[in-house]
């Protein structure tokens, strides 16, 4: 005998029902998510390309056009070693990239721009590994309008590499902590290698990661140490190259203000972008008060209203981010002090990550998520303000030069250190350097924030003022003789622009150029090379 009996469906609610029976609204939300990552990468893209021109290069920047990257692949090799302090990934790179685009600002500037860009969906894999879907979208648009992030993805320089690599390396080491699997642990020892290879600070992120996945997946070692091992073969490899790179004038102009200003400058910067001493000017703290605001609001939620996982995710990025900043203090406390805001930069990612997760979390869901859209709101407002404000740009060398204008006679221009590289950039003329002696000037220009049309003490009575120049930041006080009069480099040094240290630059017609600079184009290369350290560079 058969019983017959009717099978009634039970409902089934939550997690569950979307593992039995994957629901349109699931698909929807991915959609969703799919399409905010991709408008938010493009409006970073946006943001990051279009001024791309805008601003004139500022000094470092010009080192690298200027000095490393024309001529053979290994004429940059040889300059990126006696002339920079960076690792050689992102001269190589620009190299080929400038051979196909030019040195223009937009030129060279794009490569930065891509990478800065790429950074920007690397986020939304960071925060989903990190925490959820929701802390990955939040984290995207972090990325995509953090000013400091935009504005070395601007800058001809190696900072934009840093934080993508550094931002690769923190997604894989996450993704090897959960897993433990070989193929996460290879990635996480590419991308560290590659960070490496961009700059010696990523030296902090990676030595963190390293001591982490050492400890936790300990009863993986064979695993680990392999991947720890290529690391660490890559990080030999570099020690000749800091050996030779090795120069305190790249420094010394690091430790004229305290260790603890710099690292309230670098907390300034990681919430406004570089509107501080990089710029030449104080930082401009009341445009972080908002930023400030969101950031405390996020840790708040974190930890009041974060889950025991959220919390305990968050505060494995809360760790590598204070982690980098701490043992770069130490590094600066008991050996050479290197620290500055751009340096800092493998810290941002992990510390945006927090902020991620906080405004991600499950309990506040609206309230965060209200908080996040404000927050990147308020950066992209405030990143085409700068656009538009020269005051929070960097210098206008283009502008100032242009105003400078062809010299007619032997000329001296005598600005504040960071600019002399820059001017002699826009004049097109081979100005150079003047290292010392005397030489027959005509006519001489002071370039800095402070310039009088009184005639300044050290110059002798036959020069006149000749007209003031000021544009935004910058003056210009120009004074000439009605023939030329012999000056020293001390006596021009010694003119008030407004900066602490001054060079002089001499250009002049094609026909005067065996009248200036005359012992500096003979010296032979070894001294060329000495003199060239003395000018240093603005690079940590």
Not at 187 to 216: D, K, P, Q, T
Not at 348 to 368: D, F, N, Y
Not at 496 to 517: E, H, I, K, Q, S
Request: aromatic letters at 10%; hydrophobic letters at 50%.
């Amino acid at each position: 005998m058969h019983s017959s009996a009717t099978t009634v469906p039970i409902p089934v609610e939550g997690p569950a029902a979307a593992a039995v029976e994957p629901s349109k609204e699931g698909a929807s939300r991915n959609w969703a998510l799919i399409l905010g990552v991709f408008w938010l990468t493009v409006a970073a893209g946006v943001i990051r390309f279009v001024p791309l021109g805008v601003q004139s290069f500022h000094h470092d920047e010009v080192i690298t056009v200027m000095r490393v990257l024309p001529g053979s692949f290994g004429h940059m090799l040889h300059e990126m070693k006696v002339s920079e302090s960076n690792p050689p990934l992102y001269y190589v790179l620009a190299w080929l990239w400038t051979h196909e685009l030019g040195r223009s600002e937009w030129g060279i500037r794009s490569l930065s721009a891509l990478v800065g860009t790429l950074t920007v969906p690397a986020g939304y894999a960071i925060g989903r590994q990190l925490a959820s879907r929701r802390v990955g979208l939040i984290l995207t648009g972090i990325l995509a309008f953090n000013p400091m992030l935009i504005w070395y993805s601007q800058e001809a320089r190696s900072y934009a590499m840093l934080v993508f690599f550094g931002a690769l390396s923190f997604l894989f080491f996450l993704r090897a902590l959960d897993s433990g699997r070989k193929r996460e642990l290879a990635l996480w020892a590419l991308s560290s290698a590659l960070a490496l290879l961009s700059h010696y600070f990523a030296f902090f992120l990676v030595g963190i990661e390293a001591v982490w996945l050492l400890v936790a997946l300990r009863d993986r070692w064979k695993a680990v140490l392999p991947a720890l091992a290529g690391v660490g073969l890559v990080g030999a490899a570099l020690l000749p190259l800091i050996a030779a790179q090795a120069n305190p004038n790249h420094i010394g102009w690091i430790e004229e203000s305290g260790l603890g200003i710099r690292f309230f400058q670098t907390g300034v910067s990681f919430l406004i972008g570089e509107t501080g001493h990089v710029i030449a000017e104080p930082p401009r703290l009341q445009y972080a008060v908002v930023p400030l605001i969101a950031i405390v609001v996020a840790v708040i939620l974190l930890f009041a209203a974060g889950s025991r996982r959220e919390r305990r995710r968050g505060g494995i990025a809360l760790v590598v981010g204070l982690g980098v900043l701490a043992l770069a203090g130490l590094a600066a406390a008991v050996g050479k002090d290197y620290v500055v805001e751009r340096n800092l930069l493998p810290a941002l990612v992990p510390l945006a990550a927090v902020v991620a997760v906080g405004l991600g979390v499950t309990r506040a869901r609206l309230a965060g998520m209200l908080v996040a859209v404000a927050l990147c709101a308020y950066w992209l407002a405030f990143d085409v303000y700068v656009t538009q404000t020269p005051n929070l740009q960097r210098p206008d060398f283009r502008g100032a030069a242009k105003a400078l204008g062809p010299a007619h006679g032997a000329r001296a221009i005598v600005s504040w250190r960071l600019a002399g590289d820059p001017l002699r950039w826009y004049l097109k003329d081979d100005a150079m350097h003047w290292f010392g002696g005397a030489e027959r000037i005509r006519e001489v220009d002071l370039v800095g924030k402070k310039a009088n049309v009184e005639l300044p003490a050290t110059l002798p009575p036959a020069f006149r003022p000749a007209g003031v120049v000021r544009m935004g930041r910058i003056t210009i006080a120009r004074y000439v003789s009605a023939k030329p009069a012999v000056l020293r480099m001390k006596q021009l040094n010694a003119q008030m622009t407004g900066y602490a240290a001054n060079t002089v630059v001499l250009d002049g017609p094609p026909a005067l150029r065996f009248t200036l600079g005359e012992n500096a184009k003979t010296a032979p290369s070894h001294e060329l090379e000495a003199r060239r350290a003395q000018e240093g560079s603005n690079e940590g």
